[in-house]
């Protein structure tokens, strides 16, 4: 039988990155319930000055850092995260790609799923969404 949690004090925060696809979609770059963060999927595109960088390396930096920045304003960090979903275009992108993440999350050991797509947003060719919970990890 399925018995409800208590949610009175569980609210959600929002945060905004400033990308147009937020508000093309209506959705944001991060909604926290509680102790998860939930960081929608996040391409390689830095969302102030519109620069898209043209290896999938790069772009996955890129990506991680406005997810850093997402999880530093939900009071939390790449420490706590616990799950990464990679969006590739191709194959060849998993080995530059899985070197990027291993050293900026892999001290975490999150659990990881990676998946050859086409990408909704042209000339991208990395996608990345976290999950995470506020105060699980030890920063490095």
Do not use: W
Not at 94 to 100: G, K, L, M
Request: net charge negative; proline share 4%.
């Amino acid at each position: 039988m399925y018995k409800a949690m208590n949610q009175e004090n569980i609210k959600r925060t929002h945060i905004y990155s400033g990308s147009t696809f937020e508000e093309l979609a209506g959705y944001s770059r991060a909604l926290v319930v509680g102790d998860h963060v939930y960081v929608s999927g996040t391409v390689g595109i830095n969302f102030q000055s519109g620069e898209l960088p043209e290896k999938a390396s790069d772009q996955a930096e890129q990506a991680l850092d406005t997810i850093e920045q997402a999880l530093e304003q939900a009071n939390s960090g790449m420490h706590d995260v616990v799950r990464a979903r990679v969006f590739l275009t191709s194959p060849e992108h998993v080995p530059s790609v899985s070197a990027v993440l291993k050293r900026r999350i892999g001290f975490t050991r999150p659990a990881n799923t990676t998946v050859c797509t086409a990408l909704a947003v042209p000339d991208c060719l990395v996608e990345i969404e976290v999950e995470a919970r506020i105060g699980s990890g030890t920063p490095r």
